[in-house]
T-cell receptor
Framework: SQQGEEDPQALSIQEGENATMNCSYKTSINNLQWYRQNSGRGLVHLIL?????REKHSGRLRVTLDTSKKSSSLLITASRAADTASYFC??????????FGKGTRLHILP | DTAVSQTPKYLVTQMGNDKSIKCEQN?????MYWYKQDSKKFLKIMFSYNNKELIINETVPNRFSPKSPDKAHLNLHINSLELGDSAVYFC??????????????FGSGTRLTVV
């Protein structure tokens, strides 16, 4: 069954603005990961946050995790045209499976 | 050098045919996976292999048969193709099982169209 659920489904912002995407999940997790998928391409791993971590940074990316609310957010600061893509959260649990959400389509407007 | 490579990139075939998709990784990873992405972009795990051993076999029709001749290769054979099999199939690998907190490296996908 699907674990992660991203919100919003689609997001359009002006270049230079910050983009925030959210992910909610249902069961306990080992870690949560964010991936980017450009149109017609494979997924690229962006960042992984463990269940005992609350925040993680990587360049212009900031990920938070709230295990009490079973939610995570991905913040992209100072967005660029190249950030236009679909973003997926994925959760890993004890079953050794990574389960993906349906993704957020992010469009950066020039 | 491509880390995870899949062939072919596109595959158009008629219903009832049998086809194979190949995947190879040169990262030295222990674990490989097959995912199916449908038209709504939903990614669903199909299989995972750890060092040639089947670990995960989701509820997938037995027309789909993975084969791992060595830990660098995971192929997917599909018998009696149906219209509903049309999707993008992604191969992925990770250093070891996900409980060790590693992300996946994905191939660029194989777009399968059954007509």
């Amino acid at each position: 069954s699907q674990q992660g659920e991203e919100d919003p489904q689609a997001l359009s912002i002006q270049e230079g603005e910050n983009a925030t995407m959210n992910c909610s999940y249902k069961t306990s997790i080992n870690n949560l990961q964010w991936y980017r998928q450009n149109s017609g391409r494979g997924l690229v791993h962006l960042i992984l946050i463990r269940s005992n971590e609350r925040e993680k940074h990587s360049g212009r990316l900031r990920v938070t995790l709230d295990t009490s609310k079973k939610s995570s957010s991905l913040l992209i600061t100072a967005s660029r045209a190249a950030d236009t893509a679909s973003y997926f959260c994925a959760t890993s649990n004890r079953d050794d499976k990574i389960i993906f959400g349906k993704g957020t389509r992010l469009h950066i407007l020039p | 050098d491509t880390a995870v490579s899949q062939t072919p990139k596109y595959l158009v075939t008629q219903m009832g045919n049998d086809k194979s998709i190949k995947c190879e990784q040169n990262l030295g990873h222990d674990t490989m996976y097959w995912y199916k992405q449908d038209s709504k972009k939903f990614l669903k795990i199909m299989f995972s292999y750890n060092n040639k051993e089947l670990i995960i076999n989701e509820t997938v029709p037995n027309r789909f048969s993975p084969k791992s001749p060595d830990k660098a290769h995971l192929n997917l054979h599909i018998n009696s193709l149906e219209l509903g099999d049309s999707a993008v199939y992604f191969c992925a690998s990770s250093p070891r099982l996900v409980l060790s907190n590693y992300g996946y490296t994905f191939g660029s996908g194989t777009r399968l169209t059954v007509v």
